[in-house]
């Protein structure tokens, strides 16, 4: 994002907010166009807002991806913004646009990972949450994944951990944090095929 006199650009926010998918697919095409992947060995990770950014990208271009691994990844969209009780909600509508305007309402329901599965071919896919999440509570990811595995038209894993002690974090602790972050790298590794004897 640029930023001018201390302010974010707005480049990526609100009704610009399809940039950030977009200009992550285009990186992604841009890579196997050089030649540098191809489309069975390229991975993407993201958690929280990230976890938005590749559920995106799953339904936008998921043809592109081997694998993605979404952490407590925010997909429910529409419905979350649109609960102000939920901390940090409102606060967020300077970055997302307040859907009670019909205007930011329609826009974010044209990305919103939940609200755009279709019956195609998915990656595979290592999803996380944790129960005890106050930011994106567990059954965003639960009801997205639900949906994905009663639309999706492919034989790939689709696999749904749910951290019963843990936060938006993850576990706490380093040698659980680092626990949790090696499973994500076994499962992209196992699915792209590298052999880890």
Do not use: Q
Request: with cysteine; hydrophobic share 40%; charged share 20%.
């Amino acid at each position: 994002m640029c930023a001018r006199n201390g302010e974010k650009s707005n480049s990526a926010k609100r009704s610009n907010k399809r940039n950030t998918f977009t200009d992550f697919i285009a990186v992604a095409e841009d890579l196997i166009a050089r030649g540098y992947t191809t489309a069975d060995k390229m991975a993407a990770r993201g958690g929280s807002a990230g976890g938005l950014l590749v559920g995106a990208v799953a339904n936008m271009a998921g043809h592109l991806f081997k694998v993605i691994t979404p952490a407590v990844p925010f997909v429910d969209v529409v419905t979350t913004m649109l609960d102000a009780s939920i901390p940090l909600t409102s606060l967020e509508w300077d970055e997302w646009g307040n859907p009670a305007d019909k205007t930011y309402y329609d826009y974010m329901l044209s990305y919103s990972p939940y609200d755009n599965v279709e019956a195609k071919a998915y990656p595979h896919m290592l999803v996380t949450t944790g129960l005890n999440d106050p930011r994106v509570a567990y059954w965003e990811p639960a009801k997205w994944v639900a949906r994905l595995r009663a639309t999706k038209t492919d034989d790939n894993t689709l696999l749904l951990k749910t951290n019963m002690g843990a936060g938006h974090f993850g576990a706490s602790g380093r040698f659980n944090h680092l626990k949790e972050a090696a499973e994500h790298y076994a499962f992209i590794l196992d699915k792209l095929g590298v052999d880890m004897k």
